[in-house]
């Protein structure tokens, strides 16, 4: 590995004169300990498509559980509706 040194226009270039252009060398420092790490990238794998349902398990439990209910309800509801005309 070579070092080179690099020339470069000054910060402040307005106090010397717009002419003059004065070049200072940069140095290359080395570190002397410190530890030096590589990490590999993985790229993304694509996975094939999956269809999602649109309502879950639980959700279609639920709804059929729901509807159960109401036809329950209903047939109760028919029944005494039944019973309390036979009454009179």
């Given amino acids: 590995m070579s070092l080179q040194s690099y020339d470069t226009e000054p910060l402040s270039s307005a106090t010397e004169g717009k002419g003059q252009k004065q070049h200072q060398p940069i140095t290359l420092i080395l570190?002397?300990?410190?530890?030096?790490?590589?990490?590999?990238?993985?790229?993304?794998?694509?996975?094939?498509?999956?269809?999602?349902?649109?309502?879950?398990?639980?959700?279609?439990?639920?709804?059929?559980?729901?509807?159960?209910?109401?036809?329950q309800l209903q047939e109760t509801r028919a029944r005494t509706a039944a019973v309390g005309t036979n009454e009179f």
């Fill in 31 to 71: 570190p002397t300990s410190g530890k030096l790490f590589f990490e590999k990238k993985q790229e993304l794998q694509l996975c094939k498509p999956q269809l999602l349902p649109l309502k879950s398990f639980s959700l279609e439990k639920l709804e059929k559980i729901h509807l159960q209910a109401q036809k």
